[in-house]
């Protein structure tokens, strides 16, 4: 097992609803790729907060024919939400949209994790993409973690 790449960074709000692609090159021959990463923290903890988010999107969306809203409790607790994509040298592999903020994506010829192509290790540059799709928290420290496996 070799670490191709490893990287820990923050994201800010700024970087909400946007993607942001991150290189790495495989070099040697592989049998399987994990890649594991998480982000914290997944909630944002302040109730009020909160609310006045709820408020805002709820007035934004309904436009004229918002009125306080009673139900806003149902959305709580507010959630960051950030996955990722893979793009091998040759083609896209698939993509993990799922909620949990700690993952371990498995690709190799023989399985994939579940929204990813099984697909040979190729030789070259490989793009995993973040998609932060939601990031309501001042920030989220983000780790990624890439390893190669030869079985």
Known sequence: ?????????????????????????????FSKLEIFYSYYPKNLEDREKSLVLIDENIRRDAGENYSDYTEREEYLPLKNHITISLDSPLDYVGAAHRHGNNQHVIISEDFSSVGFEKTKIEKGKWVLTLNVHALITEKADFSVKIEGVTE
């Not at 070799?2 to 021959?29: G, S």
């Open 1 to 29: 097992m070799a670490v191709i790449f490893e990287k820990d960074f923050i994201l800010t709000p700024e970087n909400e609803k946007t993607n942001v692609p991150l290189d790495f090159f495989v070099n040697e021959e």
